[in-house]
Nanobody, 128 residues
Framework: QLQPVESGGGVVQTGGSLRLSCSAS????????IGWFRQAPGKEREGVVC????????FYEDSVDGRFAIRRDASKRTIYLQMDNVGPDDTAVYYC?????????????????????WGQGVQVTVSS
């Protein structure tokens, strides 16, 4: 079973940028569904950006649309969450999750049941 591992968390100032990385045992993450989720203190976990690399469908949570982006490196072994213009509300533990492969799901979103392998999470703290 795939085990994603996140890295790149830390402290960033309001308005700054941060990039999180996700990889899974050097497996090529081609045609998989990949999701970035987060859980802030006292809140439920929510989907932030989720992409189905089988057909390119991408879902952005409203509060991050235009600020966050999901990208993949040329080897297709690392998925990134690029976070720009961050604010205090972005403070949370961020999780990478891997879902099914070769699937087409319409409509596409960040429903957690679509993802079966979860990382341990990394802390992102935005200071004011």
């Amino acid at each position: 079973q795939l085990q994603p591992v996140e890295s790149g968390g830390g402290v960033v100032q309001t308005g700054g940028s941060l990039r999180l990385s996700c990889s899974a045992s050097e497996i090529t993450l081609d045609r998989y569904a990949i999701g970035w989720f987060r859980q802030a203190p006292g809140k439920e976990r929510e989907g932030v950006v989720c992409k189905n690399y089988n057909d390119g469908s991408t879902f952005y949570e409203d509060s991050v649309d235009g600020r966050f982006a999901i990208r993949r490196d040329a080897s297709k072994r690392t998925i990134y969450l690029q976070m720009d213009n961050v604010g205090p509300d972005d403070t949370a533990v961020y999780y990478c999750a891997i879902g099914g492969r070769n699937n087409i799901i319409i409509p596409w979103d960040c429903a957690e049941h679509r993802f079966h392998s979860w990382g341990q999470g990394v802390q992102v703290t935005v200071s004011s």
